[in-house]
């Protein structure tokens, strides 16, 4: 069965630091790959998404991603961390093709000290 | 209101109960969605619905039936629920039921089985 692996479940970080969050998909298909996020309080929303073109993609607040083709990666980075930037971070894929059923890692917890 | 509003928020319901939950997207999409977050396990995916009607049930035991009455509303009717069934309910929607489109979450409503 497809899976999605974060590795990281709570991540510690000072604000100014760089932040990598590591996201590994699991289906030999073609995958479009998304990164959702949940600020304390609120709902779930889109970071970013990838489905074709230019593997590093650019989301909001200064999130990047890029997808490793070869190593069924799709990694988060982000050059200084804010501590707004406290929340929870979920990678997620949908087969390419099909329907919209999102297939979700466990999720990372980001924890930015000011 | 905008977005995706669910309601309750929270539920605590006995294992002989009968409630419902309630979710209404106010942003014209035509597919919604059920997910169920536990602790410690990713979002899993429990029921698609698109143009109101039901195009995926993900293995999800008949304690839980859903409806869509029409394509701003989803319920999900909960009956003789387990204990294991606490968790996070958050609907979702968007504009198709596609691989490509990115789902607006609802804040979710928070069931406790005792």
Known sequence: AQSVSQHNHHVILSEAASLELGCNYSYGGTVNLFWYVQYPGQHLQLLLKYFSGDPLVKGIKGFEAEFIKSKFSFNLRKPSVQWSDTAEYFCAVTLSGNTGKLIFGQGTTLQVKP | ?114
């Open chain 2, 1 to 114: 209101e905008t977005g995706v509003t669910q309601t309750p928020r929270h539920l605590v319901m006995g294992m002989t109960n009968k409630k419902s939950l309630k979710c209404e997207q106010h942003l014209g999409h035509n597919a919604m969605y059920w997910y169920k977050q536990s602790a410690k396990k990713p979002l899993e995916l429990m029921f698609v619905y698109s143009l109101e009607e039901r195009v995926e049930n993900n293995s999800v035991p008949s304690r839980f039936s859903p409806e869509c009455p029409n394509s701003s509303h989803l319920f999900l009717h909960l009956h003789t629920l387990q204990p294991e069934d606490s968790a996070l309910y958050l609907c979702a929607s968007s504009p198709e039921d596609s691989s490509y489109n990115e789902q607006f979450f609802g804040p979710g409503t928070r069931l406790t089985v005792l």
